[in-house]
């Protein structure tokens, strides 16, 4: 753009015609369509990485619940084994412990810590609790008794750690749900003032746009019709640049 | 190391043979013991009858008479050396033992199926078996590690080895025991091992389809009429 049209583009302006306060008027609600377009789209783009932290953390929690079940369905079987002295109990406690190492393999990729405890806690466990079996087959309950003991004291190291994981990640998954529903609420209020602000903007210039169209024409036609009535004497608005 | 039978020299042979003989007896004992308790589950497990009659003494009796049918003499009638006598009398005695301490769950009214099943009377009396003779004479079920459904009945390294090398080879001849001696700490010992095959009875529990749970809430093995079921193991120290 050359200096001289800049010029003309602002000399147009300031002359005020109808074709530049129309353009203007358009010009204006259209860049406040696409500003808030695009400040819609940035804050729909942030809600749903919210959303998706939200639900990798539910995931997390999942994951960590479904190990803690796992371990549950371990240790039951191995204490059934105990009782029963059943190899399908140790079967379904085998099946149920390889279960729980594949869910550790996807815990330790948030929580590796937490992985390589519960993994040192669940061999211990498995260590003392089918020792114990081996002692009860055997016939030998005090010392079934005593490893079986050994046993529940790893199980709790277990537990502990988790019901420590799971409930921080409960924490976290509830901490960035809400984050991610502030923010839609957020989100939700700002468009409305958005289309609140621009509505009335809009209708308060496309009044004033009109309002200075229609009171010429309308002082224009009131003298057309004073002339055809045969008044010699007609006012007739100020020329204008249109 | 196994030192077949057929491949001892004449002396040890003789003293194989003979404690073989020994092996095969206690084994066939165990076997008509087991198959009372078979004959009679549907007895043990009606609800509807309390006392079943089938008290230590007249459970021993049908022993004794099934015995005779099957093998032509009682299990205590004369010709037995006093080792063979000495061994009968404590697995006659195990299994009245086992029967009587069974009859409050062998007589339950209201209750169907009780748990005392061939097998669990098998495990019974030879554990009681092994306890009346302080270890010198063992007898055992045993079975390949993935039929095995107590761990009690999970077989040794030695058993093991038999199994998957001997009995579920195609080329062993069909029933045929395995026998040898072996030196277990630093003094001579005999073991044998028996195989045993399904029989049709067998597989109301273990046949097919596999995985169906059966009357004891274990899953069927599938097996089929004549697949090898698993062994008596018999140890006898010298």
Sequence with gaps: MTPHSRRSIVSRFALNSITFRIGSLSALLLAALVVSTVVMAWDLRQNQIRVAQATARFHHLELAAEADREFGEMRYWLTDLSVSLLTLSERRATAARERLEAKLVDVETFAPDAAAQIRLGVDAYAEAALQAADAYTENRRVIGNTLSARARQASDVVDGVLNELISDLAKEANASEEAAADAARRSMLKAVAACVFILASGTYLTWRVLRSILVPLGGINRAISNLNAGAEQVTLPPEGPD | ?238
């Design chain 2, 1 to 238: 190391m196994f030192i077949a039978a057929q491949l001892r020299p004449a002396a040890a042979q003789q003293s194989g043979v003979a404690l073989a003989d020994e092996g095969q007896r206690l084994a066939a004992l165990l076997r008509v013991g087991r198959g009372v308790v078979s004959n009679n589950q549907g007895l043990i497990d009606d609800p509807a009858i309390g006392d079943k009659g089938l008290d230590s003494q007249a459970f021993i009796e049908t022993v004794e008479a099934k015995y005779k049918e099957l093998y032509g003499a009682a299990p205590l009638e004369e010709g037995l050396t006093p080792d063979q006598k000495r061994l009968t009398k404590a697995q006659l005695n195990s299994m009245a033992e086992v029967m009587r301490e069974n009859q409050d769950l062998i007589n339950a009214e209201g209750m169907g199926f009780k748990g005392f099943i061939p097998a669990v009377f098998a495990r019974l009396v030879n554990e009681r078996f092994v306890e009346k003779l302080n270890g010198e004479a063992k007898i055992k079920v045993t079975a390949p590690p993935h039929l095995v459904r107590n761990r009690k009945a999970r077989p040794d390294a030695w058993e093991s080895a038999v199994l998957t090398d001997k009995f579920e080879s195609a080329q062993w001849p069909r029933g045929q025991p395995f026998f040898e001696e072996v030196s277990v700490d630093g003094s001579m010992t005999f073991r044998m091992l028996i195989p045993e095959y399904y029989a049709d009875s067998c597989l109301s529990c273990h046949g097919g389809p596999t995985g169906e749970v059966d009357i004891t809430g274990f899953p069927k093995e599938g097996g089929a009429e004549g697949d090898l079921a698993g062994a008596i193991s018999i140890l006898l120290r010298k």
